[in-house]
Protein backbone atom coordinates (compact mmCIF):
# COMPACT_ATOMS: atom_id res chain seq x y z
CA UNK A 1 0.00 0.00 0.00
CA UNK A 2 1.33 3.32 -1.18
CA UNK A 3 1.96 5.39 1.74
CA UNK A 4 0.67 9.76 2.09
CA UNK A 5 2.41 12.18 1.11
CA UNK A 6 4.42 13.58 3.90
CA UNK A 7 3.99 17.31 3.16
CA UNK A 8 1.55 19.44 1.39
CA UNK A 9 4.09 19.93 -1.24
CA UNK A 10 4.61 16.31 -2.06
CA UNK A 11 0.74 15.61 -2.08
CA UNK A 12 0.09 18.53 -4.75
CA UNK A 13 3.38 17.73 -6.49
CA UNK A 14 2.31 13.69 -6.71
CA UNK A 15 -1.50 15.30 -8.18
CA UNK A 16 0.68 16.90 -10.57
CA UNK A 17 2.70 13.84 -12.02
CA UNK A 18 -0.57 11.93 -12.42
CA UNK A 19 -2.09 14.93 -14.06
CA UNK A 20 0.42 14.92 -16.30
CA UNK A 21 0.74 11.02 -16.79
CA UNK A 22 -3.12 11.62 -17.88
CA UNK A 23 -2.47 13.78 -20.30
CA UNK A 24 0.03 11.98 -22.03
CA UNK A 25 -1.87 8.43 -22.68
CA UNK A 26 -4.28 10.77 -24.38
CA UNK A 27 -1.38 12.70 -26.43
CA UNK A 28 0.57 9.33 -27.10
CA UNK A 29 -2.54 7.44 -28.32
CA UNK A 30 -4.28 9.51 -31.30
CA UNK A 31 -5.91 6.03 -32.73
CA UNK A 32 -7.35 4.57 -29.75
CA UNK A 33 -10.48 6.60 -29.35
CA UNK A 34 -11.70 4.03 -25.94
CA UNK A 35 -8.19 4.91 -24.83
CA UNK A 36 -8.38 8.19 -25.32
CA UNK A 37 -11.82 8.34 -23.22
CA UNK A 38 -10.97 6.47 -20.55
CA UNK A 39 -7.96 8.64 -19.36
CA UNK A 40 -9.87 12.18 -20.77
CA UNK A 41 -12.52 10.88 -17.91
CA UNK A 42 -9.69 9.98 -15.29
CA UNK A 43 -7.44 13.34 -16.42
CA UNK A 44 -11.15 15.30 -15.73
CA UNK A 45 -11.66 13.86 -12.49
CA UNK A 46 -8.38 14.20 -10.84
CA UNK A 47 -7.73 18.05 -12.07
CA UNK A 48 -11.47 18.65 -10.65
CA UNK A 49 -10.94 16.97 -7.62
CA UNK A 50 -7.36 18.83 -7.16
CA UNK A 51 -8.76 22.09 -7.84
CA UNK A 52 -10.97 22.62 -5.49
CA UNK A 53 -8.41 20.78 -2.50
CA UNK A 54 -5.94 23.55 -3.44
CA UNK A 55 -8.75 26.05 -3.10
CA UNK A 56 -10.51 24.45 0.16
CA UNK A 57 -7.01 23.88 1.63
CA UNK A 58 -4.04 25.43 0.35
CA UNK A 59 -4.50 28.76 -0.45
CA UNK A 60 -6.49 29.41 2.56
CA UNK A 61 -3.25 28.00 3.97
CA UNK A 62 -1.44 30.45 2.18
CA UNK A 63 -3.18 33.35 3.20
CA UNK A 64 -3.26 32.14 6.83
CA UNK A 65 0.76 31.64 7.02
CA UNK A 66 1.99 34.34 4.37
CA UNK A 67 -0.10 37.28 5.39
CA UNK A 68 -0.41 39.55 2.53
CA UNK A 69 1.67 38.20 0.37
CA UNK A 70 0.09 35.00 0.88
CA UNK A 71 -3.32 36.28 0.05
CA UNK A 72 -2.41 37.81 -3.42
CA UNK A 73 -0.52 34.74 -4.17
CA UNK A 74 -3.61 32.65 -3.75
CA UNK A 75 -5.85 35.12 -5.62
CA UNK A 76 -3.53 34.62 -8.38
CA UNK A 77 -4.10 31.10 -8.17
CA UNK A 78 -7.33 31.62 -8.25
CA UNK A 79 -7.66 33.65 -11.12
CA UNK A 80 -5.69 30.86 -13.25
CA UNK A 81 -7.90 27.92 -11.88
CA UNK A 82 -10.99 29.63 -13.11
CA UNK A 83 -9.68 29.55 -16.28
CA UNK A 84 -8.38 26.03 -16.41
CA UNK A 85 -11.91 25.12 -15.04
CA UNK A 86 -13.07 26.93 -17.94
CA UNK A 87 -11.13 25.17 -20.38
CA UNK A 88 -11.22 21.99 -18.58
CA UNK A 89 -15.71 22.24 -19.09
CA UNK A 90 -15.47 22.63 -22.51
CA UNK A 91 -12.21 19.74 -23.07
CA UNK A 92 -14.77 17.41 -20.42
CA UNK A 93 -17.99 17.09 -23.00
CA UNK A 94 -15.75 16.65 -25.97
CA UNK A 95 -15.11 13.48 -27.65
CA UNK A 96 -11.79 11.95 -28.65
CA UNK A 97 -13.51 11.65 -32.47
CA UNK A 98 -13.54 15.55 -32.64
CA UNK A 99 -11.03 17.06 -34.48
CA UNK A 100 -10.77 20.32 -31.51
CA UNK A 101 -10.04 17.39 -29.31
CA UNK A 102 -6.22 17.34 -29.08
CA UNK A 103 -5.85 20.83 -29.54
CA UNK A 104 -8.13 21.72 -26.87
CA UNK A 105 -6.06 19.76 -24.65
CA UNK A 106 -2.83 20.98 -25.76
CA UNK A 107 -4.64 24.32 -24.74
CA UNK A 108 -5.59 23.65 -21.38
CA UNK A 109 -2.20 21.64 -20.68
CA UNK A 110 -0.03 24.74 -21.44
CA UNK A 111 -2.36 26.89 -19.08
CA UNK A 112 -1.68 24.15 -16.66
CA UNK A 113 1.79 23.54 -16.59
CA UNK A 114 2.23 27.47 -16.35
CA UNK A 115 0.14 27.11 -13.26
CA UNK A 116 2.26 24.05 -11.76
CA UNK A 117 5.57 25.47 -12.58
CA UNK A 118 4.46 28.68 -10.42
CA UNK A 119 2.87 26.21 -7.53
CA UNK A 120 5.88 23.81 -7.55
CA UNK A 121 8.81 26.63 -8.40
CA UNK A 122 7.48 29.67 -5.78
CA UNK A 123 3.90 29.22 -3.85
CA UNK A 124 4.81 26.25 -2.05
CA UNK A 125 8.45 26.68 -1.41
CA UNK A 126 7.80 30.13 0.53
CA UNK A 127 4.08 28.12 2.42
CA UNK A 128 6.77 25.58 3.65
CA UNK A 129 9.83 27.46 3.84
CA UNK A 130 7.24 29.79 6.30
CA UNK A 131 5.80 26.86 7.76
CA UNK A 132 9.18 25.70 9.21
CA UNK A 133 10.74 28.87 10.37
CA UNK A 134 7.76 29.11 12.51
CA UNK A 135 8.44 25.76 14.15
CA UNK A 136 5.19 24.15 12.71
CA UNK A 137 6.68 21.49 10.13
CA UNK A 138 3.39 19.58 11.11
CA UNK A 139 1.14 21.83 9.84
CA UNK A 140 2.50 20.53 6.24
CA UNK A 141 1.71 17.20 7.10
CA UNK A 142 -1.51 17.85 8.62
CA UNK A 143 -2.65 19.84 5.42
CA UNK A 144 -1.37 16.96 3.20
CA UNK A 145 -3.82 14.93 5.04
CA UNK A 146 -6.51 17.72 4.83
CA UNK A 147 -5.94 17.57 1.48
CA UNK A 148 -6.38 13.83 0.87
CA UNK A 149 -9.68 14.24 2.51
CA UNK A 150 -11.11 16.93 1.25
CA UNK A 151 -10.61 15.46 -2.28
CA UNK A 152 -12.56 12.65 -1.33
CA UNK A 153 -15.96 15.08 -0.81
CA UNK A 154 -15.38 17.21 -3.60
CA UNK A 155 -16.74 17.44 -7.45
CA UNK A 156 -15.27 15.45 -10.01
CA UNK A 157 -15.99 17.29 -13.00
CA UNK A 158 -15.68 20.94 -13.77
CA UNK A 159 -18.14 23.62 -12.67
CA UNK A 160 -16.32 27.11 -12.93
CA UNK A 161 -19.56 28.73 -11.85
CA UNK A 162 -19.37 27.42 -8.35
CA UNK A 163 -16.67 30.01 -7.88
CA UNK A 164 -13.19 29.60 -6.12
CA UNK A 165 -13.75 30.99 -3.22
CA UNK A 166 -15.12 29.03 0.16
CA UNK A 167 -17.86 28.72 1.71
CA UNK A 168 -19.46 29.62 -1.17
CA UNK A 169 -17.84 26.73 -3.20
CA UNK A 170 -17.97 24.68 -0.34
CA UNK A 171 -21.52 24.34 -0.53
CA UNK A 172 -21.71 24.16 -4.36
CA UNK A 173 -19.19 21.16 -4.56
CA UNK A 174 -21.12 19.35 -1.22
CA UNK A 175 -24.28 20.05 -3.95
CA UNK A 176 -22.75 18.89 -7.29
CA UNK A 177 -20.49 16.38 -6.27
CA UNK A 178 -23.32 13.18 -5.41
CA UNK A 179 -24.63 13.87 -8.90
CA UNK A 180 -21.04 13.77 -10.64
CA UNK A 181 -20.26 10.87 -8.81
CA UNK A 182 -23.59 9.00 -9.89
CA UNK A 183 -22.42 10.00 -13.69
CA UNK A 184 -19.18 8.43 -12.76
CA UNK A 185 -20.48 4.97 -12.88
CA UNK A 186 -21.47 5.23 -16.70
CA UNK A 187 -17.71 6.56 -17.17
CA UNK A 188 -15.21 4.55 -18.42
CA UNK A 189 -12.21 5.02 -16.51
CA UNK A 190 -8.59 3.29 -16.98
CA UNK A 191 -7.98 -0.27 -16.20
Known sequence: MATAPTTISAAIVKDHLELEEYYNEIIKN?????????????????????????????????????????????????????????????????????PDFIPQLRLLWGTLSLHIKEEEDHDLPLLEDKLRLDGDADESGSLAKSFGRTKMFVPTRSHPSAGEHPPFETVMGLLTAPFDRVADIFRKFPK
Not at 42 to 67: I, N
Not at 72 to 93: G, S
Open 30 to 98: PDDYDHQKRFQNQFVWELARHSVGEELVVYPAMEKYLGPQGKAMAEDDRKEHHQVKEMLKIFQNMYPED
